[in-house]
């Protein structure tokens, strides 16, 4: 009889414990974190040709905005400003799913003097921030982005040609 009796208690024992894991791992899929990261870089064009050279320089400490629109009224549902780091790279954490909005990032500030203009062609960057397409990861790169340089170096025409982009010179 003590036997049946122990083996029991350790059978509802046992019970409650798979009870107890199961309703973790319950409450650990209701806790999901649902955010997304929007990265990317900013770099200055240093032979104004619109594009990252081997010569162009990434920019820390410029700012830039992530901003979403909904597609149907165009209203503002998200601005983030971010700041790059040493590297020129930036990280923005956005919160929800925006699958029914238009996002971009867009180049808001530069600290460098001598490289801060802007061009419509290397302002922005749109990234689709939803969880809906198939894509496991929580990381959206965006295309970097780009101030130009006041004057391209002197050495752009060489550099170009050696990445096989001026083949007339």
């Not at 199961?22 to 990317?40: C, F, H, I, Q």
């Not at 009224?73 to 954490?93: P, Q």
Request: net charge negative; glycine share 4%.
């Amino acid at each position: 009889m003590v036997k049946t009796y122990s083996v029991a208690v350790l059978l509802v024992a046992a019970a409650a414990l798979c009870m107890a894991a199961l309703m973790n791992v319950a409450e650990a899929r209701k806790e999901k974190d649902t955010s997304l990261y929007v990265e990317g870089k900013v770099y200055c064009d240093t032979c104004r040709v619109q594009f990252v050279t081997p010569i162009s320089e990434y920019i820390a400490g410029a700012t830039v905005t992530l901003l979403c629109r909904n597609r149907m009224t165009e209203l503002v549902t998200v601005k983030i400003d971010a700041v790059t780091d040493k590297s020129g790279n930036y990280t923005i954490k956005v919160d929800n799913d925006h699958a029914d909005s238009i996002c971009e990032v867009h180049l808001t500030h530069s600290p460098r003097e001598d490289c801060n203009e802007v061009t419509a062609e290397l302002n922005a960057a749109r990234i689709l921030l939803t969880n809906n397409v198939g894509i496991v990861d929580p990381v959206r790169y965006a295309n970097a982005l780009g101030f130009m340089k006041k004057e391209a170096l002197k050495n752009c025409g060489e550099v170009l040609k050696g990445m096989g982009n001026l083949p007339w010179v």
